[in-house]
């Protein structure tokens, strides 16, 4: 057995091809940071400079100013998300790839429920491929991924999972890198979550119509995600407001409901998990709307943490420190108060 090619084919499929697409990121559509849709977002930005510069509703002097200028594009926050960029990506290969590898064995593919349900019902016909099932098996997967995230979202909320998800929230000031600005557990568990989630939708899905069925793409990415990073996705980690009004944004999920997740106002705590529908936080409980007029919100999670996620050590390891340390105190035993301890039968 010839060892070398089959290690380089391992060597190409581990690390070389996630490489290749994680630094292509930048260039390609793929990515929320491809130039197209920066170049969108930018747009979209400059165009509501100017309307709101012709209407006096903003002091801003140039449209630098207006997204936030040197204090915000250039902060200290601003720079380690530049840098943890490219650190996330030789995170995703010597971490996030491996341990989802391990796991992906045990997951169930679509393959597997297709078998299932052929063993169960008989093989359906198959009808062939078409582009209205395209495009209803693409919404579905988008669908299916955006409610998956929303949960994950909402689980991370929670007591035992925050300290890692809160190096996204310690972010003083909002830049469009700062999107990438996740640690590679939630990435993880998203990405076993969603594997989880869609192998069952196109089990069921593919059965269902009687083969495989792809899903309809705009420029190599799938057309929903297209239109959705069309719709300015960049500007929700950004300064500038950009609000839907409360009505859409009880369906799509605009950048100023992002940014007001990011508030460390209490009264914004635990609002619009929603990545590009808002539609789940209607039905769940957790909307807030905003209007075009601009909320003075601060971005954070409060002066205590702020010198605590300045370096990339620390946006890495903080958590398991933090998490350690929740851990030994919940098994602590709670000293009992003088009061409480004195029960009739002591
Ligand atoms: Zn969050
Ligand atoms: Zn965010």
């Known amino acids: 057995m010839d060892v070398l090619p089959l290690i380089y084919s391992?060597?190409?499929?581990?690390?070389?091809?996630?490489?290749?697409?994680q630094f292509s990121g930048i260039f390609d559509l793929n990515g929320r940071l491809g130039v197209l849709f920066l170049f969108v977002s930018y747009t979209v930005a400059y165009c509501l400079f100017r309307f709101r510069k012709h209407r006096g509703l903003t002091d801003?002097?140039?449209?630098?100013?207006?997204?936030?200028?040197?204090?915000?594009?250039?902060?200290?926050?601003?720079?380690?998300?530049?840098?943890?960029?490219?650190?996330?990506?030789?995170?995703?290969?010597?971490?996030?790839?491996?341990?989802?590898?391990?796991v992906d064995p045990f997951i169930l593919r679509s393959g597997d429920y297709i078998a299932f349900f052929t063993n169960l019902w008989g093989a359906r016909p198959q009808p062939g491929e078409n582009l209205s099932l395209s495009l209803v098996y693409g919404l579905g997967v988008f669908l299916v991924k955006d409610f998956v995230h929303y949960w994950a979202h909402r689980a991370f909320h929670?007591?035992?999972l925050w300290a890692f998800h809160k190096v996204?929230?310690?972010?003083?000031?909002?830049?469009?890198?700062?999107?990438?600005?996740?640690?590679?557990?939630?990435?993880?568990?998203?990405?076993?979550?969603?594997?989880?989630?869609?192998?069952?939708?196109a089990g069921v899905f593919w059965y269902a119509c009687g083969g495989e069925i792809s899903r309809y793409t705009l420029f190599g990415v799938t057309y929903l995600v297209f239109i959705f990073n069309g719709l300015a996705a960049n500007l929700r980690h950004s300064h500038v407001w950009l609000s839907f009004g409360p009505v859409i944004e009880h369906v799509l999920n605009s950048p100023a409901q992002h940014q007001i997740h990011h508030s460390d106002a209490p009264r914004h705590f635990n609002k619009n998990f929603g990545t590009n529908l808002?539609?789940?936080?209607?039905?769940?409980?957790?909307?807030?709307?905003?209007?075009?007029k601009p909320e003075s919100i601060r971005f954070g999670t409060r002066e205590r943490d702020h010198d605590r996620y300045l370096t990339i050590y620390s946006l890495i390891v903080t958590p398991f420190v933090d998490t350690a340390r929740?851990?030994?105190l919940a098994k602590r035993p709670q000293p009992v108060p003088p009061e409480a301890s004195k029960t009739p039968y002591s």
């Not at 040197?70 to 490219?86: E, K, P, Q």
């Not at 808002?278 to 075009?292: E, N, P, R």
């Open 168 to 201: 996204h929230h310690s972010a003083p000031v909002l830049v469009p890198a700062t999107a990438s600005r996740v640690h590679f557990v939630e990435k993880i568990v998203e990405k076993l979550t969603t594997a989880v989630c869609l192998g069952f939708y």
């Open 10 to 21: 391992h060597l190409t499929d581990l690390v070389i091809d996630p490489v290749t697409r």
């Open 326 to 328: 929740k851990i030994i």
């Open 158 to 160: 929670s007591r035992w």
């Open 60 to 102: 801003a002097l140039s449209f630098w100013q207006f997204i936030g200028g040197n204090r915000v594009n250039f902060h200290r926050s601003a720079l380690l998300d530049y840098r943890y960029y490219f650190v996330r990506a030789i995170l995703k290969i010597t971490l996030v790839l491996p341990i989802v590898g391990l």
């Open 278 to 292: 808002s539609l789940w936080d209607w039905m769940f409980g957790t909307l807030y709307v905003t209007t075009a």
